[in-house]
Structure formats: structure tokens, C-alpha cells
């Protein structure tokens, strides 16, 4: 049997996909978890073959935690499952060692074939995700670039920014201005919203 950690955020959707993994002969949910922190602890106690992470939880995200799961139980194989088929998040998947990469659209038996394939060793990733991940190309921002985007999302003041980041309020308008020009945009909150777009923040 394939042991299965299913971390989703959603409950009715967590426990529909339980309820229809847990219908193939060769797998078994072994763990739910809601969040981060519940999926780390569940892994941790239950050391499941397959780790089957939600990007956005409410305490983080499945990215860090198939980050730790490399780290902490390197024979666990991950694979995302999101609603969010954004290209920045499909290479931060990657670079998080995650085995694989599907969006939330697809039949549970696709679901089932690729919780088995990662298993195997093959890396499952959904192709037009691949496609779009491949002409948005790198993500262009520094971290600090990232840092200043997301706090100016909402419309905050640069004071603010500038308080909520340690810094000087030249050097976040430095940041945000770069960040504009790097996303090709005409202002910050396009740019939040273009990085956002493409996974990059």
C-alpha cells in the first residue's frame, strides 16, 4: 500500500479527496492535515511514502513544507496539488523538491496515477503549467525587491513599507522602482499584481 499524506486547507475538499484516494486498492491515507504545522507533525508520526501538499494554508505554505520534508524525510515524495497554476510557483515547487506539480482540475483517477508515478521516481508536472513556467522564464526580483511587492499590494504607503521592512524610505522606492521596471509595469501595484500573476510573490 502507498502510505498518503493529504495536506489541504479546505476541509470538505480534504476529506472528499480522502474519501476518493482511499478508494484505490494501492492506496491508503494514512494522515490529513489542515495546515503546515499539522502537516509537519503528521509526517513526522506517521512517515507517509507520498506527501500530497496544498500550496496555500493558513499558517504557510505547502511549498515550505515540501522544503522541510526534503530536509527532515527525504524519502517522502511530494507532490503539489493547487488551484493556483501559476509559473512561479511550479519553480519554486521544484526548487523545494517537490516530485511533482498538478493543478486541481483534473480527475482523482489522473490524481491517483500521479501519486503512484512519483512514487516510482518520475516527476509528474501539469504540461500547460510547464508550458507557462517556461516562456514567463526566472523570477527577475531580488528578495528584497519580493519583500517591498508584497507589503505594497495593498496600497500601503512607502512610511510604512519602509517602517514594516526596516527601511529607509529611499531605499524602498529604489526597490519598488526596479521591481516596476523588472515586471514591466507602470506602477507598484501593477507590478504586485503581475508578480503575484506569475507566482513571483
Known amino acids: 500500500m502507498i502510505r498518503l499524506l493529504l495536506a489541504e486547507d479546505q476541509g470538505m475538499m480534504r ?74 510557483y511550479l519553480r519554486q515547487a521544484m526548487e523545494a523538491g517537490a516530485a511533482g506539480f498538478l493543478v486541481k482540475d483534473g480527475p482523482v483517477e489522473q490524481l491517483a496515477a500521479a501519486v503512484r508515478r512519483v512514487l516510482a521516481g518520475e516527476r509528474v508536472i501539469d504540461p500547460a503549467l510547464a508550458a507557462a513556467a517556461l516562456s514567463a522564464g526566472p523570477n527577475p526580483l531580488t528578495d528584497r525587491e519580493r519583500d517591498a511587492l508584497t507589503a505594497a499590494a495593498d496600497g500601503t504607503t512607502v512610511a510604512d513599507i519602509a517602517v514594516r521592512l526596516h527601511l529607509s524610505e529611499s531605499t524602498v522606492r529604489n526597490y519598488l522602482s526596479a521591481a516596476i521596471g523588472k515586471t514591466g509595469t507602470r506602477n507598484r501595484i501593477e507590478a504586485a499584481h503581475r508578480a503575484r500573476a506569475n507566482g513571483w510573490i
Open 15 to 88: 476529506g472528499a479527496l480522502a474519501l476518493l484516494l482511499n478508494l484505490e486498492p494501492d492506496i491508503e491515507v494514512v494522515a490529513e492535515a489542515g495546515t503546515a504545522a499539522e502537516a509537519l507533525r503528521a509526517a513526522a508520526s506517521t512517515r507517509p511514502d507520498v506527501a500530497l501538499l496544498d500550496i496555500e494554508m493558513p499558517d504557510g505554505s505547502g511549498l515550505d513544507v515540501a522544503a522541510r520534508l526534503r530536509d527532515e524525510l527525504p524519502d517522502c515524495r511530494v507532490l503539489i496539488v493547487t488551484t493556483f497554476g501559476r509559473p512561479g
